[in-house]
């Protein structure tokens, strides 16, 4: 039977490690998992004659990795995204009444297109279908079925813009 040690106890020690060391917060309890990921993970075969101070040097290297990850990345020059910058927009009646007019538009202008162009530009673009899957079952040329798709959508796009 394997006996592991309890890694557990060692986490309220490590939250407070991170967090001493790390300027987001948020960042404490995933680095806190990865080091006991990282221990969970380790081979079990050796006993460990220290393992608090093996627990400690696995955290250090975890955060190295996290440091190296973030420099990689540029972590430090990415802004947080907030409701400020980025406001949602506000479901009113107006709105409703646009959408469902667009809507409306949209359907007519599918119902305008022949029957074929109409069935291959749905399974490409809401069945999401591949070229070649629509060419199978239709039995034309991907060629053919890209211009199919490309003339749905100048059509759609041209009644939509009414």
Not at 18 to 43: I, T, W
Not at 54 to 69: E, G, K
Not at 97 to 126: C, N, Q, S
Request: aromatic fraction near 6%; proline fraction near 2%; hydrophobic fraction near 40%.
């Amino acid at each position: 039977m394997d006996q592991r040690p309890d890694y557990l106890s060692y986490v309220p020690a490590l939250r407070r490690y991170f967090s001493r060391r790390v300027s987001n917060g948020a960042m404490v309890d995933d680095l806190v998992q990865d080091v006991m990921l990282r221990m969970h993970a380790r081979d079990a075969k050796d006993s460990i004659d220290n393992l608090e101070g093996y627990i400690f040097r696995t955290a250090t290297s975890v955060l190295r990795d996290q440091a190296r990850r973030d420099k990689a990345r540029h972590a430090a020059s990415h802004g947080e995204l907030t409701e400020k910058d980025h406001p949602a927009e506000e479901c009113t009646a107006d709105r409703v009444l646009e959408g469902k007019e667009e809507l409306a538009r949209l359907v007519h202008a599918l119902e305008d297109l022949p029957e074929r162009t109409r069935d291959i530009f749905l399974m490409r673009r809401y069945e999401g279908w591949a070229y070649g899957e629509i060419a199978e079952k239709v039995g034309i040329s991907v060629s053919a079925i890209e211009k199919h798709v490309a003339k749905a959508v100048a059509h759609i796009a041209r009644r939509l813009v009414r």
